[in-house]
């Protein structure tokens, strides 16, 4: 695991498969699911933060890890910044327009 939180998953994509990294950022995790990593992320970092014990740094690496992945990115802030733009887009087509 990398020293930001994230392991180097995508160093793995681009091999002999041909399976590069663009075609799996194409994929976006439920909403539902988002909403409950980027809230139990959040949580967690604030009792980190606050001198949480070793089981909430433990809680937090393993949420962290699990938000990078469905994110597509390797670091806690790109993967809550890039979980809202993809909760903010889920919200935008699922609301009808009014006039």
Known sequence: ???DGCD????ALDGPNGLALEAVMNLMAHPSLLRELVERCETLRRHAVSGGSPE???RLEDATYTLCVVTG?????AALFVAR?????AMTR??????
Request: glycine letters at 0%; a positive charge.
């Open 1 to 3: 695991m990398d020293a």
């Open 8 to 11: 180097r998953w995508d160093d």
């Open 56 to 58: 909430v740094a433990r």
């Open 73 to 77: 990115t390797r670091q806690l802030d």
């Open 85 to 89: 733009r993809q909760l903010a887009d």
């Open 94 to 99: 699922r609301l009808p327009f009014h006039r």
